[in-house]
T-cell receptor
């Protein structure tokens, strides 16, 4: 079965330190990979995506993610965390074909950035 | 551009009733997907519509159905509501699979 795993329910980092939020997936074919963020009382917002090409993709708010095909991982990173980065982060994988697609989400990782 | 809008934002229904939720995608987006978000199950894919056709469906019972109109607006219907249907229902639109999805604020459904 197709699945997306975010192994950490919560990640705690100090402001100014680098952060990593992990994501691995088990999806056949060549899935498209996404990261979304959900702030309290706000909808999900797109951060970045990997479709093809360079394994390191850059997105909004200074976030980047590294795609590793052999490890089927797509970890989210940021060199220097901000308190305002505290939110719920979702990894998502889209798969399918021209006939339609499905998107499955990981369970989410809550990021706490401490001042 | 206006974002994805969903109506109503909040809804309280009784077990056994039915409910219809509405979603208006971003102008030009023809793909609309629906998700159920609960604390226990996270975000679960319900279905995806493109040009009025349901192209994919998640693992939900037949009580969950939807449709898309020619202007890409979509509705989701849940019949014979159960307590477990209480959730935040999110609608998302996109240009296609390779593009990111834009999410609406959701409809919070409470079944009593």
């Amino acid at each position: 079965a197709q699945s997306v795993a975010q192994p950490e329910d919560q990640v705690n980092v100090a402001e100014g330190n680098p952060l990593t939020v992990k994501c691995t997936y088990s999806v056949s074919g060549n899935p498209y990979l996404f990261w979304y963020v959900q702030y309290p009382n706000r909808g999900l917002q797109f951060l970045l995506k990997y479709i093809t090409g360079d394994n390191l993709v850059k997105g909004s708010y200074g976030f980047e993610a590294e795609f590793n095909k052999s490890q089927t991982s797509f970890h989210l990173k940021k060199p220097s965390a901000l308190v305002s980065d505290s939110a719920l982060y979702f990894c998502a994988v889209s798969y399918g074909n021209t006939g339609g697609f499905k998107t499955i989400f990981g369970a989410g990782t809550r990021l706490f950035v401490k001042a | 551009k206006a974002g994805v809008t969903q109506t109503p934002r909040y809804l309280i229904k009784t077990r056994g009733q039915q409910v219809t939720l509405s979603c208006s995608p971003i102008s030009g987006h023809r793909s609309v997907s629906w998700y159920q978000q609960t604390p226990g199950q996270g975000l679960q894919f319900l279905f995806e519509y493109f040009s009025e056709t349901q192209r994919n469906k998640g693992n939900f019972p037949g009580r969950f159905s939807g449709r898309q109109f020619s202007n890409s607006r979509s509705e989701m219907n849940v019949s014979t509501l159960e307590l477990g249907d209480s959730a935040l229902y999110l609608c998302a639109s996109s240009l296609s699979r390779s593009y990111e999805q834009y999410f609406g604020p959701g409809t919070r459904l409470t079944v009593t």
